[in-house]
């Protein structure tokens, strides 16, 4: 249609053979289909803004039903737009093939106000090859959704965009990919504000820049995680105020010459990874300069089951770190916490294990232990504090009972500058630190 308005509204129904939906030179051309009952079904490729300094527009709202085989928005001209509208509580749009959002021109989608999209395989910016088209997609407002069950990548030869405030992405195999110039970006933010990809999320690539932002109240699922980092152009971010992000399996960071972490933990944020964290060497080489680390906590929780990282890839700069093991040396000089025992039975640490003077060790116990809680496979260097705490539930302990908190195989220097241990013991129970640093045991003896 060129420019003018069709509707279809008080449960009327259009059916069409393929549709194209653009204004007129400097005009708009609108599809407005409104209220319970209200049905479009498109049989082929729906297309949205097709012509240069034009706009087309398609609106479902309020219950309304639109039903196409292939959606296309931003179909043609640069300087042309394409924009979707699903907006309302029950207002559905569902896509059953290829879902491009700024193909060949400039694309624009919103779902609000308990609106939802259902699509397969789905492509954001510059589809065809076009560097400088691009898509947009927001999501907002609480029972707002879009569930994608194909390939799903933001930033295919061009700008993707992707902010999700409130509402709720679900996809499989997710990618964030964009170019070099003007780099890809998804940000989740708000109360109930998800995105859950199922598979391996990607985030960057070998050609491209892609960059993920969980901001305060957002909440990030994965199940395996990949961060590539070219001098700096791939990256997550969770660093805000009831930030989190819950990983199931591994995340695995490759980076070269970053200029930023590809990983950033820092305000009060939470990251939760149940298998490996590890950072590994970018395919081919390194020709760049080491620029900073890989991985860096600030702020927050760090969890994570396993670590390996390379030399000087992990900056330990505040926040608090639990891990069941940790491969390479571990340097936590800054404002970090290491806590043990109170997510992972013990942690083991290969390599070395250096605390500095603002920095604190806090263990928890759960009773009586014979092996050491933290197991250091090499030179150990003590400052900062210790603090050691009950479990949640009630700690039963009684004369003669020791409980290793350190182990270590290299060289033991330097002392803790504060040790407080905050389990109860009965009456007329003490605990005794005097072999801490000989064998990294505390006792519990008769009081004086």
Known sequence: MGSGTVEVTDGGTLISPGASVNGGSADFGTVLIEGYGSTWINHGSMRIGRANLSEGWVVVRNGAEVITDDLVVGARGTLGHGRLFVEGYDATLTS????????????????????????????????????????????????????????????????????????????????????????????????????????????????????????????????????????????????????????????????????????????????????????????????????????????????????????????????????????GDLDNIQAGELSVGKVHPATVVAGSYTQGPGAALRVTVAGSSALPLLQVDGDVHLDGALEVRPTDGSVSLQAGDTVALLGWSGDLTGAFASVNIDVPLAPGLAWDTSALYATGEIAVVTAP
């Open 96 to 327: 059953g093939g290829n879902t491009y959002i700024g193909d060949l021109g400039q694309g624009y989608v919103e779902l609000k106000q308990g609106g939802s999209l259902f699509s397969h395989d789905v492509y954001i910016g510059g589809v065809h090859g076009c560097s400088i088209c691009g898509g947009e997609v927001v999501i907002t407002g609480s029972a707002t959704k879009w569930v994608s069950t194909g390939e799903f990548v933001l930033g295919v030869a061009s700008r993707g965009l992707l902010n999700i405030h409130r509402g709720e992405l679900f996809t499989v195999g997710a990618s964030i990919d964009g170019d070099d110039l003007l780099n890809s970006h998804a940000t989740v933010s708000g109360w109930g504000g998800t995105w859950t990809n199922q598979g391996l999320l990607r985030v960057g690539a070998n050609r491209g820049y892609g960059t993920l932002t969980v901001e305060a109240y957002g909440t990030l699922v994965t199940e395996e995680t990949e961060i590539r980092s070219e001098l700096g152009g791939g990256f997550v971010k969770v660093n805000d105020v009831y930030a989190s992000w819950i990983n199931s399996g591994d995340v695995t960071v490759s980076a070269i010459g970053n200029q930023y972490p590809s990983l950033l933990v820092d305000k009060h944020a939470f990251v939760s990874i149940g298998g490996l964290l590890r950072t590994t060497p970018w395919a081919g080489g390194d020709p760049y300069p080491y620029l900073g680390p890989s991985v860096r906590l600030a702020d927050g929780d760090l969890i994570a089951g396993a670590m390996e990282v390379a030399e000087g890839d992990f900056e330990f700069a505040g926040g608090r770190l639990e891990t069941g093991s940790f491969v």
